[in-house]
C-alpha cells in the first residue's frame, strides 16, 4: 500500500525564514510525486510534479526537490501570503482503463504553513 | 490551468437521504475523479472515471456510492443514503490538458454535512 508521510505537521516561521518541509513517501513504483497547496475551506492548488530522483523544481519562492524516498519543499524568504497548508502526493506506475497510468493519488496529512509578518 | 466548478458548496441533509454532488469542468475532459478530506484529516481517493466507466475505485466506495456523466459535461457522485460519517469536502478532479497531461487539477469541493 503507498504511504505518504509529511512532517513536520505545523510550521511557524518569521517572515522572511526559509525553511523546508518534508515528504517521505513508499510506494511500489513512483509514476510521480505532486505538491499542492490548500487554502482554507478550497481545494488543492497544483505546484509541482516531479517524476525521477534529482529532479527540481522551483517557483517563486518555492522549490521542490526528490530523491528515491522523499521530497523536500524549500521555502526561501516567505511571505504572510505563503501561509496556507502544503499536500505532498503520491501516483503509483500502473495501467488503468485506456493503457495510462493516470491513477489516483495519495496523499499526506500536510503541513500548516503560517509566516508572521 | 482548467477550471472546474462544483455545486452545491455547501450541501446539508438527514441521515439516509439521497444526495448528488455535481461537478463541471468548462471544456470535454476525459478523465475524472472523486476525492474526499474529512475534517483534520488525509485528502482521500473515491473514484476515477475514464471515457464512462470507473477504472479504478477505493475500499470506501461502496454500493452506497455512484457516479455517473449524465449528459456528457457533467460528472455526478450520488450517495444514496447519507450517514454520519460521510459528512466531508468532497473534491472532484480533472486531468489537465495537453501540456500538463498528468496533472489532476481540483474544483474548490462540496462541504457536505450529514445530520
Known amino acids: 500500500e503507498d504511504q505518504v508521510t509529511q512532517s513536520p505537521e505545523a510550521l511557524r516561521l518569521q517572515e522572511g525564514e526559509s525553511s523546508s518541509l518534508n515528504c517521505s513517501y513508499t510506494v511500489s513504483g513512483l509514476r510521480g510525486l505532486f505538491w499542492y497547496r490548500q487554502d482554507p475551506g478550497k481545494g488543492p492548488e497544483f ?57 489516483k493519488l495519495t496523499f499526506g496529512q500536510g503541513t500548516i504553513l503560517t509566516v508572521h509578518p | 490551468e482548467p477550471e472546474v466548478t462544483q455545486t452545491p458548496s455547501h450541501q446539508v441533509t438527514q441521515m439516509g437521504q439521497e444526495v448528488i454532488l455535481r461537478c463541471v469542468p468548462i471544456s470535454n475532459h476525459l478523465y475524472f475523479y472523486w476525492y474526499r478530506q474529512i475534517l483534520g484529516q488525509k485528502v482521500e481517493f473515491l473514484v476515477s472515471f475514464y471515457n464512462n466507466e470507473i477504472s479504478e475505485k477505493s475500499e ?56
Open chain 1, 47 to 103: 505546484l509541482f510534479t516531479l517524476y525521477s530522483a534529482g529532479e527540481e523544481k522551483e517557483k517563486e519562492r518555492l522549490k521542490a526537490t526528490l530523491t528515491k524516498k522523499e521530497s523536500f519543499l524549500h521555502i526561501t524568504a516567505p511571505k504572510p501570503e505563503d501561509s496556507a497548508t502544503y499536500l505532498c502526493a503520491v501516483q503509483a506506475v500502473g495501467l488503468w482503463a485506456g493503457g495510462t497510468s493516470y491513477g
Open chain 2, 60 to 115: 470506501i466506495f461502496d454500493d452506497q456510492f455512484s457516479v455517473e456523466r449524465p449528459d456528457g459535461s457533467n460528472f455526478t457522485l450520488k450517495i444514496r443514503s447519507t450517514k454520519l460519517e460521510d459528512s466531508a469536502m468532497y473534491f472532484c478532479a480533472i486531468l489537465g490538458g495537453r501540456t500538463a497531461k498528468n496533472i489532476q487539477y481540483f474544483g474548490a469541493g462540496t462541504r457536505l454535512s450529514v445530520l
